[in-house]
């Protein structure tokens, strides 16, 4: 085999699971999303933006994404530098940092459910140290707000360390001689961050924001255990479309619309974190 052809043999295997696995499911859903029994429409768009509660479940999903995902970079960028300016226990803490990623988003949903249901941990606690007289239902929908910060911590705790280990990995690939050159030329250590760490850490900034941004409207389980059906959500809806109402139309426009969403913001973010021509980190 000549090396010409090499590279194409290569990522043969990937082509082929890409097709099998995603572009022709992909095609699948497109084709029913645009077509009925008589042919091309786009009935099943109108349907579901004209339901009542698209607007709800985008405004909810819009809003959890807003607020959780700059929580989590912010987070992950604190935690990522102070792991690396570590000398020992480095992996350590890095580890158990990461262990939210091994837990599935309704086993976290749950763990969270057992902290703020009636009698759950909180209500034990405020019970205990007498700020309540009997436990009290947090996540009702008497407490709207309390619901969503519910969610929100959730997603936070779990997720957080998903953009964790992308920045911990970047921050790795920067040559020390920055810093230290920084430093003997007098740099505080927020001017060493704001003027090295940031801008050579766009390429894993723009992958940890692309993919966390992605599965932020994607999210599901951790809303259906904790809030139920008091914050529906745009995939909460695609569920219901697909089964409880039994319209697969329905819901795959839908997911075309989450799709469209994801992407439009995929764009945002890479046009505003755009790596300049000729860098080499």
Do not use: C, H
């Amino acid at each position: 085999m000549t090396p010409r052809y090499l590279p194409y043999v290569l990522i043969l295997p990937v082509t082929l699971f890409l097709g099998v696995f995603f572009l022709y499911p992909f095609a699948l859903v497109a084709k029913q999303a645009f077509t009925t029994g008589g042919g091309f429409t786009l009935d099943n768009f109108r349907e579901v933006v004209g339901y009542w509660k698209f607007p709800i479940s985008l405004k909810n999903t819009m809003l959890l994404a807003a607020i959780v995902v700059p929580v989590q970079l912010a987070l992950a960028l604190l935690m990522a530098t102070m792991v690396n300016r570590m000398q020992k226990g480095r992996d350590l803490v890095l580890y158990v940092w990461t262990i939210p990623l091994g837990i599935s988003d309704l086993a976290a949903g749950i763990i969270w459910l057992a902290i703020f249901e009636q009698s759950g941990f909180l209500n034990s606690m405020m019970t205990g140290l007498g700020l309540v007289d009997q436990p009290i239902t947090l996540l009702g929908y008497q407490n709207p707000w309390l619901v969503f910060a519910a969610i929100a911590l959730a997603e936070i705790w779990r997720a957080t360390a998903i953009m964790l280990v992308i920045l911990v990995a970047g921050i790795g690939l920067i040559p020390k001689e920055y810093y230290e050159a920084a430093e003997v030329f007098g740099a505080s250590p927020w001017k060493r961050f704001v003027k090295i760490t940031l801008p050579l850490l766009r390429p894993s900034l723009q992958t940890a924001l692309i993919l966390r941004v992605v599965l932020a409207f994607e999210v599901f389980a951790v809303v259906v255990a904790l809030g139920g059906t008091l914050f529906p959500v745009l995939m909460g809806q695609i569920y219901s479309y697909q089964f409880d109402l039994m319209n697969g139309g329905g819901a795959a426009a839908l997911a075309l619309i989450v799709l469209a969403i994801s992407v439009v913001f995929t764009l945002i973010i890479l046009r505003a974190l755009r790596v300049p021509k000729g860098a080499t980190i």
